[in-house]
């Protein structure tokens, strides 16, 4: 069985710092992982979507790494706003079994603050 | 449309009243998943679609969810009998393709269920 893991589980920084949160899981067998913001109250916005042939992806100031055979990846904002502050959650689809539903991790919550 | 439409946006009940919510996809989107987000952050997939047809249904409660995408109308979620840890978010998911590493889905704002 999958399990995503989510490291740290809340973050607070000042305006303009560079981040990195971590996903991790335990099995390699996927399909793609994808990352996600929600904001308090609302549903879940798309990020980033690597697939399992990628490396990474890139969008603005957000870049998603992907390391399959360590079970890793992670999500690098650069020169972090306010505008940033939500949950960030990653979703891994696995291979096997013929299931393609994703599983979250618990996500990172982050507060960036004037 | 554009976006993943879900209604309404809260639903009260009281316990052993039925609930029923709607589900939008975006329009060309031939998939549609079900998630229940009870604690912050923990979601649990209860079903998906590929048109109407079930495709995956390992995540529901089968005595008491329902689920169905009818031709040209939204897709629903059903619960009949609500019980109080039926109280969440529950969130539609809908994407244009999904046994395939391009399977990004998109996400409605979802239904805040609050069982009384």
């Known amino acids: 069985k999958q399990e995503v893991t989510q490291i740290p589980a809340a973050l607070s920084v000042p305006e303009g710092e560079n981040l990195v949160l971590n996903c991790s899981f335990t099995?390699?067998?996927?399909?793609?992982l994808q990352w996600f913001r929600q904001d308090p109250g609302k549903g879940l916005t798309s990020l980033l979507l690597?697939?399992?042939?990628?490396r990474e992806q890139t969008s603005g100031r957000l870049n998603a790494s992907l390391d399959k055979s360590s079970g890793r990846s992670t999500l690098y904002i650069a020169a972090s706003q306010p505008g940033d502050s939500a949950t960030y959650l990653c979703?891994?689809?696995?291979?096997?079994?013929?299931?393609?539903?994703?599983?979250f991790g618990r996500g990172t919550s982050l507060i960036v603050h004037p | 449309g554009e976006e993943v439409a879900q209604t309404p946006k809260h639903l009260v009940r009281g316990e052993g009243q039925k609930a029923k919510l709607y589900c939008a996809p975006i329009?060309?989107?031939?998939?549609v998943f079900w998630y229940q987000q009870v604690l912050k952050n923990e979601f649990k997939f209860l079903i998906s679609?590929?048109?109407?047809?079930?495709?995956?249904e390992t995540g529901m409660p089968k005595e008491r969810f329902s689920a169905k995408c009818l031709p040209n109308s939204p897709c629903s979620l059903e619960i009949q009998a609500t019980k109080l840890e039926d109280s969440a978010v529950y969130f539609c998911?809908?994407?244009?393709?999904?046994?395939?590493?391009?399977?990004?889905?998109?996400f409605g704002p979802g239904t805040r269920l609050t069982v009384l």
């Open positions: 998911a809908s994407s244009q393709f999904f046994r395939s590493a391009y399977n990004e889905q998109f």
């Open positions: 099995d390699s067998a996927i399909y793609n």
């Open positions: 690597i697939q399992s042939s990628q």
């Open positions: 979703a891994v689809s696995t291979t096997k079994g013929g299931s393609y539903i994703p599983t």
């Open positions: 329009k060309g989107h031939s998939y």
């Open positions: 679609f590929q048109n109407e047809n079930v495709f995956d």
